[in-house]
């Protein structure tokens, strides 16, 4: 029984791990690749990212709201912010892919983790293709891979 809860302990990161891991500030050990793996390329990555991304700009623009205004402060405050929440989180969005294949990297594991959700999903529709038109050419091959830099 003890070495059941060692070993999941051991594979799962604690909170303050969690933070350092989610903000890019600490690698996390060998030992939790599979957790790394799962939170940066399976069920939910996307969204577990964008909440993820949403959480500092709240604190950089705050202090805004604290600025003193004279008529009608809610407009006055939310033109100031709101704009500027949104678009950190439209580059967050736009960003995910390349920042999720990074942190893949990081950790050493292989940055294509982040397409196979989506292999996952067009499989029926590249077995049909390949039904159809038979496999695709070798020097194809390179189009498999969605990073923008390769």
């Known amino acids: 029984m003890e070495l059941?809860?060692?070993a999941t302990s051991a594979t799962k990161p604690d909170l303050l791990q969690v933070i350092g891991y989610a903000y890019g500030f600490r690698r996390l050990p060998a030992s939790m690749r599979d957790w790394v793996a799962n939170d940066l390329a399976g069920p939910g990555s996307v969204r577990r990212f964008m909440i993820r991304m949403a959480i500092p700009p709240i604190f950089v623009l705050?202090?805004?709201w604290f600025f003193p205004v004279e008529n009608d402060a809610l407009y006055v405050h939310s033109t100031m912010t709101v704009p500027l929440y949104l678009w950190a989180l439209a580059i967050s969005l736009a960003l995910n892919k390349v920042w999720r294949r990074h942190?893949?990297?990081?950790?050493g594991l292989d940055p294509n983790l982040v397409d196979v959700i989506k292999r996952q999903k067009n499989a029926r529709v590249d077995e049909d293709y390949i039904a159809r038109f038979g496999p695709r050419p070798q020097e194809a091959?390179?189009?498999?891979?969605?990073n923008p830099f390769f």
């Open 4 to 6: 059941q809860e060692e």
């Open 62 to 64: 705050a202090p805004f």
């Open 103 to 107: 942190r893949l990297a990081a950790h």
């Open 141 to 146: 091959d390179h189009q498999k891979n969605s």
